[in-house]
Nanobody, 117 residues
Framework: QVQLVESGGGLVQAGGSLRLSCAAS????????MGWFRQAPGKEREFVAQ????????TYAGSLEGRFTIARDNAKNTVDLQMNSLNPEDTAVYYC??????????WGQGTQVTVSS
């Protein structure tokens, strides 16, 4: 089992920045991917970014690349999401997830991000 705990959400004005952090514990993550997803009110959950734990290779949703940056700290077992130039459309609950195999099987409880105009 993998336990994931997100932190760092909150209220920010448009144009501002937030940094989310996900602390992972439990099974080894040496052969896994970690990802961030988000779900806005009335919408389906969508992919934001992911990072391969072994070598740090990252991929992003096309519309977010350049504003969002995902990074991991192997020593601390954390994965952060730096979000810049936020706009109200970024308002959502952000979830951290872990994939030990082919799909994301483990999820955090989510953290709310609200961007005011």
């Amino acid at each position: 089992q993998v336990q994931l705990v997100e932190s760092g959400g909150g209220l920010v004005q448009a144009g501002g920045s937030l940094r989310l952090s996900c602390a992972a514990s439990g099974r080894t993550l040496s052969s896994s991917r970690m990802g961030w997803f988000r779900q806005a009110p009335g919408k389906e959950r969508e992919f934001v970014a992911q990072i391969r734990w072994s070598d740090g290779a990252a991929t992003y949703a096309g519309s977010l690349e350049g504003r969002f940056t995902i990074a991991r700290d192997n020593a601390k077992n954390t994965v952060d999401l730096q979000m810049n130039s936020l706009n109200p459309e970024d308002t959502a609950v952000y979830y951290c997830a872990a994939a030990l195999g082919g799909s994301y099987e483990h999820w955090g409880q989510g953290t709310q991000v609200t961007v005011s105009s």
